[in-house]
Every structure is written in C-alpha cells, then in structure tokens.
C-alpha cells in the first residue's frame, strides 16, 4: 500500500484507499470506528478492482498544483492518500521507523447530490488510517488500523489551516503554506508526536504531477512528494517517552483509476542517501512476475531537482526472501537496486526482517538501512519499502 503504496505508487500507490469502503464490510457491525482487531485480509484484485466509476474525475492531463489547495482533499475523485514514514534516532542512536497515512474514500460521487441527512452518522467519505512503529533495538513491529464515517467530527481533511484526522491521529499545520507539520499517533503505550518541516521543495513524480498506471485514459493520478522532511519530537514505546530525529517522506496523491485486470500488485521504493539526493521507485507487477511498462520512479537532487526514472532506467534484484509466520506469505526481504544513468549501486535491507501489517489489508511496509556505491564511492542512507499483492 499502504502502502506507503504506501510508499507510495507508494506510495506511493496505496491500496488500502481504494479498498476502504471494502474493508468497513469486514469490519464488526459494518461501520462507525474499527481499531486493529480484523484479521480479514482484502486481495488486491478485489481492493481495486474497476467498479463504477460514473460521476468521479479521472487525472487526464498534468495540471498546475496549488498550495495549501492540494494539500486538502480532493472529493471529485475517487480515493487518496496522505502518506508519512521515517526513520528516527535518538540521541544513543536507538533507531525507530514509523508509518502514519490516512486514506479517504468516496461512497459516492459528487455528482450524486448532497447526502441524506436523516442520521447525524450520514456521511459520503470513508477514511481509513494506518499506523506502524519499528522498534529495531526492542525487535518489535507494532501496526494499527482505524476506520470511520466523515461524520460528527470522527474523521476528516481540510486544507487551510491543513489538517488530516481519524479520531485522535492526525497531520495538521497552522502555517498557511501547511509546513512544518506536526504528525501525532497513539495506540497503546506506542506513540509518535513528530514536527516533519521539508529541506527540498515539492517533487512532482511522472509527467509534471500526473503518474500513469496503465494505459486506458485517466487510469492515472495526481502524485507529489516532499522527499525530505527533517523529522524532530518523541516516540513512546515499552513506556518511555524519548526524544528522536531524523528524516521523514510525505507522498500525497489522488485520483480516480484501478489496478488494470493483468497486475497483482507493486513494489515501492523510497530512498534517503546521506549525498543529499533521494529516489523513489516504483514497480507495477503482472501476473506472469514480469514487471509493467508503466512501472516508474525519480531520482531527486540534493538541490530538489527532479529526474523522472521510466522502467528501463532501474533494476531492482530481490537477493533475499522471507516468510511471514503469521500469514504464511512469502516476500523480497533484501534488495540491490541499480541507476546506471546515476552510477548509483545499492543494497537495500530491512531493518526487521517482520514488518508485515495484517490490518483488514495484507501488506509489508517497513524501515530499510541502505548502503552501497555512487560513482564508485561507497555511500549510505535510510529509506522504506512497500510490498503490496503477495500471495494473492
């Protein structure tokens, strides 16, 4: 996915927003606010299957991006996300990931007229959010689910002052331009309270903004970046409340398409290197294994410039495998990634080899250490991968 998906296209392509509305039929009473208890698990090919698209915008062609605008919702399409993960340290150098994305899902198209008003729970948004922490030192991975109605405050989004929600977890600024943001998320005695405020400038990924799934028309959606966030505040977790840093990714992204019927799921790759620049992959997988054409990514500058990758620019090798003892799904679990048109080398590891999320989806989502060559220098960096559709 959520990816992350996500991250992105996971993020970046997510999955779980398409598959929302889905997952509240699974969810006990069919409704209201669920919290991480469902163990049913959505396939992909049901999540984003086609479905009646009648009524909702479709992404056709790149179009200027406007800010705090867009980074509210968008009702005339379909689904999106707000997509946040990072690795944080603390001063002793314990390291923690952590993933925080909300989904919103319309139940209906705008062009449908407003709601029926004859209950205070009458709603035509859905969101859906995911939490996750990696503890590496502690060898733990914590996941939550919550899902809700746009309904008497439960859940929601907002661009100016920006602010996404989902009961108590919510991304929110008071600043007009929306950054810094602050993210705060509490299950438990697991926490995050973090103030994510961006060092490069929007990154539009694929074709000025608009990223490309497939081929038929608007199978495609609106998609930025904010790949470096320096990230600050306190993780709770095993009952202490530490102080960390370090880097964050927001991907934000919208749209109204569907996985085309011959792919089973994606790949998403997004990296952080201590040169200062950053990349994001993504790769769309058929059914044969083979990866699709419109598979993509960026390799962004320390000075935020943004290089568009296609498919035939990457390779990215799966050197490991490893299987979930909870699922019994099989997943990449070490990667080598290679940009020759960037010199660029490198392994890509888990942090934890399990951080698979079984949250109503099915998905691997976790914290990676990276370290390899650019130029023939070695280099190193951080970063989070997403592992949507095995096993389906």
Do not use: C
Not at 8 to 27: D, E, F, Q, T
Not at 35 to 44: K, Q
Not at 110 to 135: I, K, V
Not at 294 to 307: E, F, M
Request: aromatic content about 8%; charged content about 20%; glycine content about 12%.
């Amino acid at each position: 996915m959520s990816s992350s998906a996500r991250a992105a296209v996971g993020l970046a392509v997510a999955l779980v927003s398409v598959g929302a509305l889905a997952v509240l039929a699974l969810w006990p009473g069919g409704g209201g606010v669920g919290r991480g208890g469902v163990r049913a698990s959505l396939a992909v090919s049901a999540a984003l299957g086609s479905g009646d698209l009648t009524g909702f915008a479709r992404a056709m062609a790149p179009r200027p991006l406007s800010f705090p605008a867009d980074l509210g919702p968008h009702p005339e399409f379909r689904t999106e996300w707000w997509y946040y993960t990072g690795n944080l340290e603390t001063a002793a150098g314990r390291h923690f990931g952590f993933q925080l994305t909300f989904f919103r899902t319309a139940l209906a198209p705008p062009t449908a007229g407003p709601a029926a008003r004859g209950s205070a729970w009458s709603a035509r948004q859905l969101y859906l959010a995911h939490f996750a922490l990696t503890d590496t030192a502690g060898r733990r991975f914590h996941a939550w689910s919550r899902l809700s109605r746009e309904a008497l405050g439960l859940a929601g989004a907002r661009a100016n002052p920006f602010r996404v929600w989902l009961e108590d977890w919510s991304a929110e600024s008071e600043a007009a331009d929306g950054l810094p943001v602050r993210l705060r998320a509490a299950e438990g005695d697991v926490a995050i309270d973090l103030v994510l405020a961006a060092d490069k400038p929007v990154a539009l990924q694929g074709d000025r903004g608009l990223s490309r799934k497939g081929p038929e028309p608007g199978n495609a959606s609106y998609y930025y970046s904010l790949s470096r966030m320096r990230a600050r505040g306190t993780v709770g977790a095993g009952g202490e409340s530490l102080p960390v840093s370090g880097l964050a990714w927001m991907d934000r992204e919208w749209s109204t398409s569907a996985l085309g019927p011959d792919l089973v799921g994606w790949d998403w790759v997004a990296l952080q290197l201590d040169d200062g620049r950053d990349v994001m992959v993504y790769r769309l997988r058929r059914r044969d294994g083979a990866a699709d054409p419109h598979s993509a990514g960026a390799l962004i500058a320390a000075d935020g410039a943004t290089r568009p990758l296609t498919l035939g620019d990457v390779t990215l090798e799966a050197l490991d495998h490893w299987t979930s003892p909870r699922s019994r799904v099989r997943y990449p679990s070490r990667w080598r990634l290679a940009i020759p048109g960037a010199a660029l080398s490198l392994e890509i590891t888990p942090r934890l080899a399990d951080q698979e999320l079984i949250v109503g989806t099915r998905y691997w989502e976790g914290a990676v250490r990276v370290a390899g060559t650019a130029a023939g220098r070695p280099i190193v960096g951080r970063g989070y991968v997403e592992l949507v559709g095995y096993g389906e």
